[in-house]
């Protein structure tokens, strides 16, 4: 049997331990409740710092609940002026069945985003501001959370970049415009069908170019000339296909510049054939454009194709600078070469162009051209149409008139481009592209 003494002993003892497990859990609870302390005043501190405006309102009524030192900053109202008040005081009164509305969806979505309800300043100036607001819990109960955000300066960059596109876009008119009035005066100089066919009453045209002008361009007349040495005169028939350096504006003036060389030299002394009118062009655009061997940068000039019809004795005379000539005969196609050098880029070893004189037959076909229907990408595989595929199309047609020939042609080159590429989407024309066809007889 257990004393009393020892009884009592173990009795305290238990009571010490009781007691000292007791004062643990009350340390420990101490030390949650100081954390919880400082985690809030570290959350309140942050809401503090913000430089957002903070408002809780109550969903029910629209009462404000909370602000921060935010929203004095941005609307000057201190919490003891926001104090018992409603959020929509503190917009304008049009746009208070617009706010009520927010707080709504707001309820419902849990969350939105708006930048169209300007608040009210304490100084009573609209104020345009973006605010987020979202339901979440407050004093137990859901609220609805609203950050506003000054949006002056957004908004006044924004005005800034509409203004400068709107300056933008007024230029680009502007330039467009100049660009197509600049159209017209180049179409001016370009023969028109009727003067051409007063020099070959048998011809197509088909001229498509890339942009709103053209570094391509065409040019026909009928010439007198007396060759040195001769007494009888030539009556020729003269014809000219002309790829300038580039596209768009820079060969839009480098055509004008050609067309001018061209028409000199229907009156220059030392001009009487094809041969002749190429190698004074060419000396004539380097003077012109004061181009010089060394000046390796400028790469202006022309490629040309060029030929002159004598009917009377019976001959065609090419000449081309890096362009060819095709002729069809008896339904075979032969390329008639020119020269490999262009016009007007200076080179050491620049020759004088020359010549090709052929015999003409009845029936005889002539095409001149420029290199961009060759390099147009199109067809099934998103190829170019390269200058096969060009002399199958001219075979393929030759039986049919010149006109039935050209419409032919363009129906072909506009199918090949209106073919999907590989990787999706059209393709785009990639340069000025000009055909002629004409019989001489």
């Known amino acids: 049997m257990i004393s009393w003494p020892v009884l009592f002993l173990f009795t305290v003892v238990l009571l010490i331990a009781a007691i000292i497990v007791l004062l643990l ?40 609940l909370q602000s921060n030192p935010g929203t004095e900053k941005l609307l000057g109202y201190r919490w003891e002026d926001l104090s018992g008040r409603r959020f929509f005081d503190l917009v304008e009164p ?53 950050y506003a955000r000054d949006i002056r300066e957004r908004l006044r960059m924004e005005q800034e970049i509409q203004h400068q596109a709107a300056e933008i876009e007024q230029k680009n008119r502007d330039i467009t415009d100049s660009i197509t009035y600049a159209r017209k005066i180049q179409e001016s100089i370009l023969p028109t069908d009727e003067e051409l066919g007063e020099v070959f009453p048998e011809h197509f045209v088909f001229y498509r170019p890339k942009d709103i002008v053209s570094g391509d361009f065409y040019w026909a007349a009928s010439v007198t000339t007396t060759p040195p040495g001769q007494v009888e005169s030539h009556h020729l028939k003269v014809v000219a296909a002309v790829d300038c350096t580039g596209h768009g504006v820079p060969g839009a003036f480098m055509s004008i510049i050609g067309h001018t060389l061209l028409n000199q030299t229907r009156t220059a002394p030392s001009v009487n054939s094809v041969a002749e009118a190429l190698s004074y062009i060419n000396s004539e655009l380097l003077l012109t454009l004061r181009q010089r061997y060394h000046e390796t940068a400028l790469r202006d000039g022309m490629d040309m194709s060029m030929c002159a019809v004598n009917v009377r004795e019976g001959w065609i005379e090419f000449a081309g600078a890096n362009h060819p000539m095709y002729l069809i005969r008896n339904g075979a196609l032969t390329i008639i070469k020119g020269d490999k050098q262009p016009i007007g880029r200076y080179e050491e070893e620049t020759k004088p162009f020359t010549a090709r004189r052929i015999a003409l037959q009845p029936g005889d076909q002539f095409y001149l051209f420029s290199d961009g229907i060759a390099d147009q990408f199109g067809g099934p595989k998103g190829k170019k149409f390269k200058y096969k595929r060009l002399q199958e199309v001219l075979l393929q047609h030759a039986h049919l008139p010149m006109k039935a020939q050209g419409e032919a042609f363009e129906k072909a080159i506009m199918v090949w481009m209106s073919q999907p590429l590989p990787g999706g989407g ?14 001489a007889v």
Not at 26 to 38: A, F, P, Y
Not at 114 to 124: C, Q, Y
């Open 94 to 146: 049009h746009n208070v069945e617009r706010s009520s509305l927010l707080v709504a969806d707001v309820w419902e979505k849990k969350g939105l985003i708006f930048s169209d309800l300007p608040l009210v300043t304490k100084a009573g100036n609209p104020l345009p501001v973006e605010c987020s607001a979202r339901v979440a819990p407050f004093a137990g109960r859901p609220a609805i959370v609203i």
């Open 25 to 64: 859990r009350l340390s420990k609870l101490q030390s949650v409740q100081e954390s919880r302390g400082s985690e809030y005043d570290n959350f309140r501190s942050i809401v503090d710092l913000a430089n957002d405006a903070i408002l809780v309102i109550d969903i029910a009524d629209g009462k404000i």
């Open 426 to 439: 059209l393709p785009e024309q990639t340069d000025d592209m000009l055909l002629i066809g004409f019989k």
